[in-house]
């Protein structure tokens, strides 16, 4: 029988790295974890900062995913957390590229990236050819992506930018609950501005299809783009929890959140023409159907 292929998830601890590797676990896959925790035997310690590995645990790796990141919607964004975002991200994929001469089994990387990258101009379905944005996550993303670049020089190797993920696990739609657990339940700002979303199975689904069909270039991972009050209107149906209230304004997200604010309050629409031309399917296209499977589970 044939060894199995190994995957090692850079940032597999995550939210995205744990749904990921219990799918390649299910489809016959080993799977690595790279972590900065010192305290798990299971996992191998990296550092990015101080470029600490141990190059032995990594001989037989045949993909790197890399979903390291430090979280960009937890905290506000000040200029040291500003700073921590982009190191975080960037050197760990700048230390990855560097080490990759030194995996023997390496065939093919994937890099996480992120859809908020574009300039934002009203009714615009964007494609992954238009142009970057000049706002602070636009030039992160354009940055990061650059680093996965450095891949070039070992292997094949895909970026996704990766819309909001929808788990019942954490992440965004947790923080979408919290105001309807208590009852206020409401659309953020306008409520007419798009957001682009994907299921965290899909999500997981892309990955694996990209490692197996050896995808090469930029994919948006996008389901499907919903405005804000149709996403918190369903959430609430789903928590069988009121949803009368008015919009919260978007000057009082501005003051509780400053810059970060552009998260909830951008108005982005995004194509996912070019990976289903790949022949990937979603599972979740409609909102309905990815919250109704989130929330029955
Ligand atoms: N979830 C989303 O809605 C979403 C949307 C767009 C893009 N993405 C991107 O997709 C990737 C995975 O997302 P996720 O939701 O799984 O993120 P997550 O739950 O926040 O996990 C990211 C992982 O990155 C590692 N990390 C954190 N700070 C780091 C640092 N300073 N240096 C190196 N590694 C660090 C952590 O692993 P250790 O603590 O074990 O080292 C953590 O488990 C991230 O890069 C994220 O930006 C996610």
């Not at 299910?26 to 925790?37: A, E, H, I, W």
């Not at 934002?120 to 379905?125: A, F, Y």
Request: charged share 20%.
């Amino acid at each position: 029988m044939n060894k199995p292929k190994t995957v090692l998830i850079a940032g597999g601890s995550g939210l995205v790295g744990t749904n990921l590797a219990s799918l390649l676990r299910d489809k016959g896959y080993s799977v690595k974890f790279l972590t900065r925790q010192k305290s798990n035997d299971s996992l191998i310690h990296w550092s990015p900062k101080t470029k600490e590995i141990d190059l032995q645990e990594l001989i037989d790796v045949d993909v790197v995913v890399n979903l390291a990141g430090a979280n960009i919607g937890d905290r506000n964004w000040t200029d040291a957390r500003k700073k921590e975002l982009i190191a975080s991200r960037i050197d760990s994929t700048l230390f990855l590229s560097e080490i990759a001469a030194k995996m023997p089994a390496l065939s093919y990387y994937v890099g996480a990236s992120g859809v908020n990258c574009y300039e934002l101009i009203p009714k615009r379905i964007v494609s992954e050819s238009d142009a970057f944005g000049s706002d602070f996550l636009s030039t992160l993303v354009r940055d990061w992506e650059a680093a996965s670049d450095q891949f070039q020089a070992h292997c094949p190797y895909m970026k996704l930018r990766i819309a909001m993920v929808l788990s019942g696990e954490g992440g965004s739609l947790e923080a979408m609950k919290k105001p309807i657990s208590f009852g206020l339940g409401s659309p953020l700002g306008k409520g007419t501005q798009y957001h682009p979303w994907i299921h965290i199975d899909d999500l997981s689904r892309m990955i694996l299809f990209g490692m197996e069909q050896h995808l090469t270039g930029t994919y948006h991972a996008v389901a499907n783009c919903d405005q804000n009050r149709t996403m918190m209107k369903a959430i609430s149906r789903q928590m069988k929890r009121p949803f009368f209230l008015p919009a919260v304004p978007a000057f009082l997200l501005k003051m509780i959140l400053g810059e970060r604010s552009m998260l909830v309050l951008s108005d982005l629409q995004v194509s996912n023409d070019k990976i289903k031309k790949t022949g990937f399917q979603f599972q979740f296209e409609q909102l309905t159907d990815a919250l109704k499977a989130i929330f029955q589970k």
